[in-house]
């Protein structure tokens, strides 16, 4: 009778998986044939014969279960009655080993690029059994610095990101713990430093920014509602310190409000649901509302964007097809008839006779005298449309639902589609110039271009939440708003 070896390792660490089974093959080495048996003591141990007639096998199997740091030894006796050399040991070894344990699992600092360095984490380190254990930490990342590298456990290291001279981007690496008592070991935690260049500054919790606007680089302001509940309270807050700030007063508005515009630093409006409209002509210090009943629209028609060309041409667009028009600088507001009765989500106009108006189900509208009329243009898609930002007469982008992009080189006689990123919606985007733009929308998502949209790269937000509106003066200043009173500013364009 032969074995096909002597002795069999198992290891495995405590509170782990139980290790993969191994098999001893018995042969006959000789002449005539033989049928074998197989024994063992021990309790954590299972044997199984497979063809007792030889050629066959034994089976091992090893389990963790009642068992504690240590190694455990017993002997498989393989027996046969017509084999001159029976019975034949077969050692079994099962070690098991401590294992090392890090909490946190993961490290993530967030920083802002030229800003102080973010706050020091703790990283804990302990066994398994708890059994005292020792250990090293090594790591290689140029911007992270630790306390303490050596140590027996329980113990723990202070970690310190330096942000000094880092570019916006996300870093990674890992911090590797050793101990030669640890079955897991070398064991990586896995360590983020997000390094971005949008600053966040909150306005308040609950509140839902639906639109931004900057009239300076220092006066700014912003509108949106409390809540999801299209009943709940709009509001509009202002900033003078280019949004580093945003004070806690704000104007009530009876219904949501959903877009803003100025035509000068003074001298601005605001829409929103329920046929709400404002305007200020002292640069926010009072805002006036219009009487619903002085506008052409029916009752329960939602206004969702306002955009004025100059002093005296503006447009509002919103549900069921609304248009609006005044060329008095909003003295009186007229309907004008739309070929849809779709709601409006956006409009924007290079001139003040020619402009667009998109929205829902891939709606797309031009004009070339001031919406007199309007003309219907192939959008190629049945998605909701969002934002629009048209450069020139020629020249002109939109963004969608599903991460869907729409551009324009021959003033909306075709629009090329584009699928930028798998994303719920791409919400709204500027163009500051033929060449600098950006999109933002739903998960935190910015994207920016500097080409005039042939390449498009993402840009770290430092947030999850959904981007509304983007508004931008140049390509260094720009901010974004969204939901959960999120507000970001960048003075580098983002980088």
């Known amino acids: 009778m032969k074995v096909s070896t002597n002795q069999i390792?198992?290891?495995?660490?405590?509170?782990?998986?139980?290790?993969?089974?191994?098999s001893v093959v018995i042969t006959n080495s000789g002449g005539g044939e033989f049928t074998f048996s197989a024994t063992k003591n021990a309790d954590w141990m299972e044997i199984y014969i497979i063809n007792s007639k030889a050629p066959g096998a034994v089976k091992i199997e090893v389990y963790l279960t009642g068992l504690s740091l240590g190694e455990y030894i017993d002997t498989v006796t393989v027996t046969a009655n017509d084999a001159l050399n029976s019975p034949q040991k077969v050692e079994v070894r099962f070690t098991v080993g401590d294992a090392i344990?890090?909490?946190?699992?993961?490290?993530?600092?967030?920083?802002?690029?030229?800003?102080?360095?973010?706050?020091?984490?703790?990283?804990?380190?302990s066994s398994l059994s708890s059994y005292p254990i020792p250990a090293t930490i090594s790591e290689n990342l140029s911007w992270l610095s630790l306390t303490n590298t050596s140590g027996t456990t329980p113990f723990s290291t202070e970690l310190t990101a330096d942000i000094s001279g880092l570019p916006s981007g996300i870093l990674t690496g890992d911090i590797v713990i050793s101990s030669s008592d640890a079955a897991n070991s070398p064991y990586p935690v896995r360590c983020t430093f997000a390094i971005s260049s949008w600053e966040t500054v909150p306005i308040s919790n609950g509140f839902d920014l639906g639109e931004v606007?900057?009239?300076?680089?220092?006066?700014?302001?912003a509108v949106g509602f409390l809540g999801s509940n299209p009943g709940f309270t709009g509001f509009i807050v202002k900033t003078t310190d280019g949004g580093q700030t945003w004070p806690n007063s704000?104007?009530?508005v009876g219904h949501p409000t959903q877009g803003i515009t100025f035509i000068d630093t003074n001298n601005g409006w605001v829409v929103g649901d329920s046929g709400s409209l404002l305007f200020t002509t002292d640069?926010?210090?009072?805002?006036?509302d219009v009487p619903f009943q002085?506008?052409?629209?029916?009752?329960?028609?939602?206004?969702?964007?306002?955009?004025?060309?100059?002093?005296?041409?503006?447009?509002i667009v919103g549900t069921e097809g609304t248009i609006l028009a005044t060329t008095n600088g909003g003295v009186t507001w007229l309907s004008q008839n739309s070929p849809s009765s779709l709601s409006?989500?956006?409009?924007?106009?290079?001139?003040?006779?020619?402009?667009?108006?998109?929205?829902?189900?891939?709606?797309?509208?031009?004009?070339?005298?001031?919406?007199?009329?309007?003309?219907s243009q192939t959008s190629g898609t049945n998605r909701d449309l969002w934002g629009i930002s048209i450069i020139t007469s020629e020249v002109g982008w939109i963004v969608g639902d599903n991460g869907l992009v729409l551009h324009t080189e021959n003033g909306g006689a075709l629009w090329t589609k584009m699928e930028l990123a798998q994303i719920n919606r791409f919400q709204d985007l500027i163009f500051v110039s033929p060449?600098?733009?950006?999109?933002?929308?739903?998960?935190?998502?910015?994207?920016?271009?500097?080409?005039?949209g042939q390449n498009w790269q993402s840009q770290l937000s430092g947030t999850a939440e959904w981007l509304f509106s983007v508004f931008s003066l140049n390509n260094q200043l720009v901010w974004v708003v969204g939901e959960n009173g999120v507000t970001l500013r960048t003075v580098s364009g983002g980088f």
């Not at 003040?352 to 003309?375: D, E, L, R, Y």
């Open 250 to 252: 704000h104007r009530s």
């Open 283 to 288: 640069a926010g210090g009072q805002w006036t």
């Open 435 to 452: 060449t600098h733009g950006w999109i933002v929308g739903t998960e935190g998502l910015i994207l920016y271009t500097n080409d005039g």
């Open 101 to 125: 344990v890090a909490n946190p699992l993961l490290i993530r600092f967030d920083g802002l690029a030229g800003a102080v360095n973010p706050g020091n984490q703790m990283l804990e380190i």
């Open 344 to 375: 409006l989500a956006d409009v924007d106009f290079v001139s003040n006779s020619q402009g667009w108006i998109i929205g829902n189900n891939g709606v797309i509208m031009h004009t070339t005298n001031g919406g007199n009329t309007w003309a």
């Open 213 to 221: 606007y900057f009239t300076s680089p220092n006066v700014g302001f």
């Open 9 to 22: 390792l198992f290891s495995s660490q405590l509170g782990g998986s139980n290790p993969p089974t191994d």
């Open 294 to 315: 002085s506008l052409p629209i029916e009752s329960g028609i939602d206004l969702w964007a306002v955009k004025f060309f100059d002093n005296q041409h503006g447009w």
